[in-house]
């Protein structure tokens, strides 16, 4: 009975084992990537990309951001080689690109990439391979031209004028997988090769549209069960920051936020942000130098309004107490047909003029870091609540500077930690104390033996 009892244990405990390895195996998901190549034709070079830290997967707003400075001096006649498939694992097993040249299937792409200084990105973003050629478009501001090689030879490209021309390139996995990339190569070669002979400057461009080996990855299976180790999984794409430069050409003020949200009279809030980080907002009337920054962000048809602004006016102070200079935000003002709201901005926002400014919740209702300038003032009509906002007026080189936090250091949570601690220490040192009082009696009676007798003097 008991080795029966044994042997259904058994078997009930192996089958919760594969239900668990099941449901496990199906949360999995595949994180697709796939390479990305990016080199010009001689005489021209790349501006240079800083390397991707270790596992990361460039996004497209990254893509897109480089593609930005990349185009200002490289050639606008771009080809970009759309594969069906392609990932890393392909240049490793047949090519000498990243690995032994011996009996390398791309011959003509390596060629193009010892004669010129190539970009690399080994893992790129799916979603972002399947947009690259939307990117090129907006850009380029041009739209893209599909052409078969055969045809290249018969079209007059204009060197003055940007163009797009994208040749599509079949692949398929197994057996066939290998000769398809030495075609594929070819196709590469008789395309560049027709541009040299027309004295046409060129930047290529070689991805695929999905990745041909998927790699697995586990980490969203413990984010569904409720459990994240390490880090959170990153996000695919991020919204690049609004950026000002100044009449040298330079940044000199960056803003990101997650939503900028306003509301008119009680109404339902309207985010900005959507208009804001697509590079189409207008930025005239901003205005930078050492000791005054202005953002002007310019929209239209904006809660039924024709014109709108949201402007912020920072300064930079010298503070003599802390013996530093000091980025202050002043004001945050709302433009709108004719009319202005201001906002006081003073009052916790500020930062070293060297770091940014960043902080969770920006607003003007509960913990106001916006106040109106005064009681009448067309600011009481309106609210504002910016979240996960960064600002950066001075001092900028590039990208933001360290972010100089609006929350303060013992939160409530640190709080509760530290008094649960002093609660618990104040138990422990107690207990200890009274372990320490604790005295045994020097003498004891025996219960076989006669009594003991305390005599009394009287």
Request: charged share 15%.
């Amino acid at each position: 009975m008991m080795a029966e009892v044994t042997s259904r244990c058994g078997c009930a405990l192996a089958m919760a084992k594969f239900a668990v390895l099941l449901v496990f195996s199906l949360l999995c998901t595949c994180r697709a990537q796939v390479p990305l190549i990016l080199w010009t034709s001689d005489g021209y070079t790349l501006p240079t990309l800083l390397e991707a830290t270790a596992g990361e997967i460039v996004s497209g707003a990254k893509l897109a951001s480089y593609l930005k400075s990349a185009l200002t001096t490289s050639p606008h006649n771009v080809l970009l080689f759309l594969q069906d498939q392609l990932s890393m694992d392909d240049f490793t097993a047949y090519g000498g690109v990243y690995g032994n040249k011996k009996d390398s299937v791309f011959v003509n792409l390596e060629s193009a990439l010892q004669a010129s200084t190539p970009v690399v990105l080994p893992a790129l973003a799916w979603t972002a391979a399947e947009s690259v050629e939307e990117i090129f478009q907006q850009e380029l501001g041009h739209p893209a031209v599909t052409i078969a090689p055969s045809e290249l030879g018969q079209l007059q490209l204009n060197t003055a004028k940007p163009s797009l021309l994208v040749i599509r390139l079949p692949y398929t996995t197994g057996a066939q997988s290998k000769e398809l990339l030495r075609k594929n190569d070819e196709t590469i070669g008789y395309v560049l090769t027709i541009l040299r002979a027309q004295g046409v400057p060129y930047t290529a461009v070689y991805t695929g549209l999905r990745p041909s080996h998927v790699i697995q990855d586990t980490s969203m299976a413990w984010d569904l069960t409720g459990r994240s180790l390490l880090q959170a999984p990153s996000v695919p794409d991020v919204k690049p920051p609004v950026t000002f430069n100044s009449t040298e050409g330079k940044p000199c003020i960056l803003l990101w936020a997650d939503k900028l949200n306003i509301s008119y009279n009680g109404e339902a809030f309207f985010d900005l942000g959507p208009l804001t980080f697509n590079d189409s907002v207008s930025l005239d009337g901003s205005f930078c130098n050492e000791t005054v920054s202005r953002l002007v962000l310019n929209y239209q048809n904006v809660l039924n309004f024709r014109s709108f602004q949201l402007i912020f006016r920072m300064s930079k102070t010298f503070f003599p107490v802390s013996a530093r200079h000091w980025a202050v935000m002043e004001q945050v003002e709302l433009r709108y047909d004719g009319q202005t709201a201001i906002f006081n901005a003073s009052r916790g926002i500020y930062s070293p003029a060297e770091y940014s400014f960043h902080c969770q919740k920006v607003s003007s209702a509960q913990s106001p870091l916006l106040v109106p300038r005064g009681v009448t003032d067309n600011a009481t009509h309106w609210s504002v609540l910016f979240t996960d906002f960064q600002i950066q007026g001075f001092n900028v080189t590039g990208d933001f500077s360290y972010a100089s936090d609006c929350a303060s250091f013992f939160t409530p949570g640190i709080w509760m930690g530290l008094l649960t601690s002093l609660l618990m220490v104040f138990i422990l040192t107690y207990g200890l104390h009274m372990i320490m009082q604790l005295r045994t009696m020097d003498r004891f009676d025996d219960p076989k033996g006669p009594s003991i007798s305390v005599p009394q003097n009287e």
